[in-house]
């Protein structure tokens, strides 16, 4: 079986940089959602004269935690993806679905070896259904039927 050597996307830093790139984008993704759903959280679990300062108190406690896993997530998906990009020398989907495993695998170290193994293989499941929809959505969009284009109403 042939590999596909591409050039790969030029539009993303080198990966060194992408790395962090990920890390800082996933952190902040994770501290907005966080302090949507905490927000949220803490207005609903307060009583009805300090709701507000519920608010404040869920967000600065529970928002940059949540930040903070997502950060991980993010920054340990990127570095598994820029080593299996270095070791493959080929740009695919199976690159995203490795690092999934292994970042789902490896998060779940502290767990013991079944956790391990049970996570290695939801993380590689979730990336390939992400990655079979992303494909699914491009073929889609390449090979959507064009809008037809209506005559000109004829005035008199």
Known sequence: MAQTHSTGDHTRDPCPLVIVNDFGGAFAMGAIGG????????FRNSPHGERWQGVRSAVKLRAPTLGGNFGTWGGMFSAYDCAVKSIRKTEDPWNAIISGAMTGGTLAVRGGWRHVRTN??????????IEGVGIALNRYMVEAPQTPVLPEPVSN
Do not use: E, N, T
């Open 120 to 129: 290695f293989v939801i993380g590689g499941i979730i990336l390939a259904v």
């Open 35 to 42: 302090s949507i759903w905490y927000s949220i959280k803490g």
